[in-house]
Each structure stands twice: as C-alpha cells, then as structure tokens.
C-alpha cells in the first residue's frame, strides 16, 4: 500500500471573505466559481465584533469561503474588491496543509478555465 503524500505547501487555499446580506454572498459566490476563480463556495451566517470608524460594531454577516489554487489567490482577491460593496471587504486566504486527492483533483479541474 503506498501512503498518500499531502499536497505541496500552498497549493491551494480557503479564501474567505463576508458580506452583508446572503443575496449579496450568494451572488457574490456564484459569479467567482461561474469565473473558475473558486472552484466551490460555501456560506454561513455569522455575528461579526469589529472596529470600524472609531466604534465596536456588532451585525449579521455572512461569510463565504472559497477553495481555489494558490496560483489564483491575486486573481481571486482583486476580483471580490472589484465585486464587493465594502469600503474594505475581508479577504483572507489560509493554506490547505492536506487533503483528499481525489478533491484537490476536481478542486485543479473546477478551477482551469479549458475545463469548460
């Protein structure tokens, strides 16, 4: 039996980011998976504590996280500022350490745009 290897560092990451209401995240989600620049996206609501302009802020948000190629990330970052209603919208990406390969596969095919 041969063990698996885990997939190079970096190669893929959770890219995540939050909007304000689930149309909104929804939309969002759809046009950057529609685009090959995330290959999934999932979306949960969340309560946000934050800083902005000078005061804590307590709200409903929701939160999408993307799985896409590392090679992506640029693309990917500039693209949900390009779509986003957020002065600053979160966007922060975390590397996948490990994961199934038969997944990373279809996250590597979901993801090249010659996929069709």
Excluded: F, N
């Amino acid at each position: 039996m041969t063990e698996q290897q885990p997939p190079p560092p970096h190669r893929y990451l959770v890219v995540t980011t939050t909007h304000e209401d689930e149309a909104a995240a929804r939309a969002l989600a759809a046009t950057l998976v529609r685009e090959r620049l995330a290959a999934c996206a999932q979306l949960h609501p969340v309560r946000s504590v934050y800083r902005w302009d000078g005061e804590v802020r307590d709200a409903p948000e929701w939160r999408v996280d993307l799985k896409t190629r590392a090679a992506l990330a640029d693309r990917l970052v500039t693209r949900i500022g390009e779509l986003h209603s957020y002065d600053t919208p979160e966007v922060i990406a975390v590397p996948v350490t490990a994961g199934s390969p038969a997944y990373l596969a279809w996250l590597d095919t979901e993801t090249t745009p010659e996929a069709g």
